[in-house]
Each structure stands twice: as C-alpha cells, then as structure tokens.
C-alpha cells in the first residue's frame, strides 16, 4: 500500500504562473510532476537519511501484512484463455 498522498496549496502570482505554464509547455514539461521532484528534491535534502529509511521501512511494513491476510485461492482464468475443465 502506497503512502497517503495529500494536496498542497500554495499562493503564486496569477500572470508568472501563466508564463511559466506556457513555456513549459512548449518544452512538453509539466508542472505537477516538476514540482513534485522540487519536493523530493527538498525532502532528500532536509529529512535526515535514518529517518528517511525509517519512513521507507514502515511503509514496506505496513503493506506486508495486507498480503499475508490473503485466503488462498484459486487463480481466475486469463480473458484470453479457456477455463480448465477438470473431470
């Protein structure tokens, strides 16, 4: 299971982030994935390594046990195939 996301807001002039969508899009970037590496960028700066493993290793905690809890079953045939037929 991924982290929870959360949306964040900030306030910025009007007409620079129109020019700066703009001509952002005329080299095909775009802005809700360049900010989002702006921000890894900051967190990998400012969050101190261990307690960036730390958060690393509790999200791979919590989403082991979710596999775990999984009954067993049959696996469901492919669209493509035939199911078997068992006699």
């Given at each position: 299971m991924p982290m929870k996301q959360v949306?964040?807001?900030i306030t910025f002039d009007e007409e620079k982030l129109s020019a700066l969508k703009r001509y952002m899009g005329k080299k095909e970037l775009d802005l809700d994935r360049e900010m989002t590496d702006a921000l890894v960028k900051l967190y990998?700066?400012?969050v101190p390594a261990p307690v960036r493993e730390y958060i690393d290793e509790s999200d791979v905690s919590a989403a082991a046990p979710s596999k775990?809890?999984?009954s067993?079953?049959?696996a469901a045939p492919?669209?493509?195939q035939e199911p078997e037929v068992i006699q």
């Open positions: 949306n964040l807001t990998e700066k400012y775990s809890r999984r067993p079953r049959a492919k669209p493509d």
